[in-house]
């Protein structure tokens, strides 16, 4: 599929800009250290690190939100996590590359993470990701995503319109709010994928590197 040209690309940080599994995963084992309990694997709570504390303590625990213990766990596995919140993040490969083409071609990008603002402002700058024309985080509008909200203010911030926006994501709701916004949408092969098929989400295009971004992005 041939996409409109973009003015700028967005991206979701955790499993789409930034490998931040390794971090995540360390702060749900420390719960489980803390509990006399052995650690789980990395293999398995990879894929959910997109879902954050619902998602980790959920792999680990086997605990929900409507479990009443599961608050007090969330904030514990929060507080674990910003003590230690980029000792193994990484950029994926090729992403900073990715992000200096499009900038060389007059193309502004930016972040939108459901994450909340607590995090994303003490990672964002630790990772290399300061020069971002936005970031916006999971509190930064009243809604997260899979509701538009989140980039409808990206947009409305850089002042670029939606429809010549692109959307990265490397989950179901990145898809689902980029097309709520009117953004053209891209599903992040190379991420977490929250233990689900990509091809699944109906994404205007799959990639599976980073770097294939820019093939897409830039006049031929």
């Not at 929900?64 to 213990?69: F, K, Q, T, V």
């Not at 850089?158 to 989950?171: F, L, M, T």
Request: glycine share 10%.
């Amino acid at each position: 599929m041939r996409l409109r040209l973009p003015r700028a690309v967005l991206f979701d940080l955790d499993g789409t800009l930034a490998d931040t599994a390794p971090d995540l995963a360390a702060a749900v084992n420390l719960m489980r250290s803390a509990r006399g309990l052995p650690p789980v694997p990395y293999e398995q709570l990879r894929p959910v690190a997109s879902a954050g504390a619902r998602g980790l303590i959920g792999a680990a625990f086997g605990t929900g939100p409507e479990a009443p213990e599961f608050a007090a766990m969330r904030t514990e596995f929060l507080d674990n996590y910003a003590a230690a919140i980029a000792i193994h993040t990484r950029l994926f490969d090729g992403i900073r590359e990715t992000l200096n083409g499009l900038v060389q071609a007059g193309l502004q990008w930016g972040i939108v993470t459901n994450k909340p603002a607590r995090f994303t402002d003490a990672l964002v700058p630790l990772i290399g990701l300061g020069d971002a024309a936005c970031v916006i985080s999971g509190d930064t509008t009243p809604h997260a995503k899979p509701h538009p909200q989140p980039l409808l203010e990206a947009a409305l911030r850089i002042g670029v319109a939606c429809e010549s926006c692109w959307y990265v994501g490397d989950d179901l709701r990145d898809i689902q709010a980029g097309r709520a916004a009117g953004m053209a949408t891209i599903g992040a092969g190379w991420g977490y994928c929250g233990n689900t098929d990509p091809v699944s989400w109906e994404a205007d295009v799959l990639i599976a590197q980073p770097g294939q971004l820019l093939e897409l992005a830039l006049p031929q």
